[in-house]
C-alpha cells in the first residue's frame, strides 16, 4: 500500500510538524547524492495498555551511535526526539504504527566532505502490517543466498543503520524476489552467514539457538537481542557470537529472521531445499508467540521495554 492510500497527514521535520505534502528537500541535498544519512525502524504496538514503542529508548541510542562514525551531530536531544515521535503518534491517532527516523546531511554544497552541509532530522510514522505479509509469519518464507556479498565492516560500518548501505540490500533482495523468493539471504565477505537485506538470522539445531556475532558484519540488531533474551529466558540456550557456514543452512532443522519490521519471520526453504519439515518449525513457533505476548503486553515481563505513546 502507497503512502497516498493511508491516513496520514502531519511529519516531524527539524522541530516542526508540516504537513505531510510539505516535507519536501532540495535535490541538491548532500545525503540523495552520497547515500550520507543514518536512520531507524521501529514499532509501535496497539498493546493491551494502550499504544506502546518497543524498545523505543535503544532505536534512540543506536540512531546517536550510527551518526559517530560520519560525525553528524543531532540538533535535538533523545528527549526531543521522544516528544515528537509521541505527538506524531497521537495527533494521527494511531495505535499502532511503523517509525521512521532520519537524520542525513543537507544542502548547502556538494563535495563528498559535507563540512559545510547542515545536519537535518525527520520523523514519520505510519500504518505498517506485517513486513513479509501475515502468510509468511505462520507458514514462513522461501529465500535464497544471494550471489552479492555485505560489505566488509572495515568497508563501511555494518553495525549502524546508514542509508547508503541499503542498495546492497536492495540488490539482495530484489535478486531474489526476480528468484521467486520472499527474501534473501546475504554472505559476509568470508562467506559466512551474515544476516538478510533487514533481518538478523538465527538457526535452530538439535534444540539450541544460534546467530551470527556481531564480527560477522551484520547489523546490531534490536530484534536480535530481544529474541536472544526471551529464548534464553524460555530455557534454550542461544549462541550468538558464533560463525555459520553456508552449508549449516541446509542442515538447520529451523530457521527464522528477525526485525522490527520482519519481527520473528519463519523460514521454510533456502535454495529450494525445505529447512526441517519445510514449514515454522516449532521452537520458532513457541519463540514467535512468545514475542507477539511479549510486543502486545500480555505479559508483565520485560516492561522496561516499552516506552507508552
Ligand atoms: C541489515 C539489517 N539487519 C538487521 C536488521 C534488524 O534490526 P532490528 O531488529 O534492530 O530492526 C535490520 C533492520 O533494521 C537491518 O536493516
Known sequence: MGFDEMDVDTIWMDGEFVDW????????????????????????????????????EEHVDRLFDSCLP???????????????????????????????????????????????????????????????????????????VSSWR????????????????????????????????????????????????GENIFLVRDGEIFTPGLSESILDGITRNSVTRIARDL??????AVSISRGELYTADELFFTGSAAEVTPIKQVDNVAIGDGSRGPITEEIQQKFFDVVERRTDKYEEWFEYV
Not at 503518534?89 to 566532505?113: E, F, K, M, T
Not at 534473501?184 to 562467506?191: F, M, P, Q
Not at 530455557?235 to 550468538?240: A, L
Open 21 to 56: 505534502d510539505d516535507a519536501q528537500v532540495h535535490v541538491l541535498t548532500h545525503a540523495m547524492h552520497y547515500g550520507t544519512g543514518v536512520f531507524e525502524g521501529a514499532r509501535c504496538y496497539d498493546t493491551e495498555n494502550g499504544p506502546a514503542i518497543f524498545r523505543w
Open 150 to 197: 555485505k560489505h566488509a565492516s572495515s568497508q563501511i560500518p555494518t553495525n549502524v543503520k546508514t542509508t547508503g548501505l541499503y542498495v546492497n540490500s536492495l540488490l539482495a533482495g530484489e535478486e531474489a524476489r526476480r528468484n521467486g523468493c520472499a527474501e534473501a539471504i546475504v554472505l559476509n565477505k568470508e562467506g559466512n552467514v551474515a544476516e538478510g537485506p
Open 70 to 144: 560520519y560525525e553528524m551531530e543531532i540538533d535535538h536531544s533523545p528527549a526531543e526526539l521522544t516528544e515528537a515521535t509521541k505527538e506524531l503518534i497521537n495527533r494521527q491517532d494511531l495505535a499502532s504504527c511503523y517509525i521512521r527516523p532520519l537524520v542525513y546531511y543537507g544542502y548547502n554544497s556538494l563535495g563528498v566532505s559535507p563540512s559545510d552541509c547542515p545536519t537535518r532530522t525527520m520523523i514519520a510514522v505510519w500504518p505498517w502490517g506485517a513486513y513479509l505479509g501475515e502468510d509468511a509469519l505462520e507458514n514462513g518464507i522461501d529465500v535464497m
Open 235 to 240: 530455557g534454550y540456550t542461544v549462541n550468538d
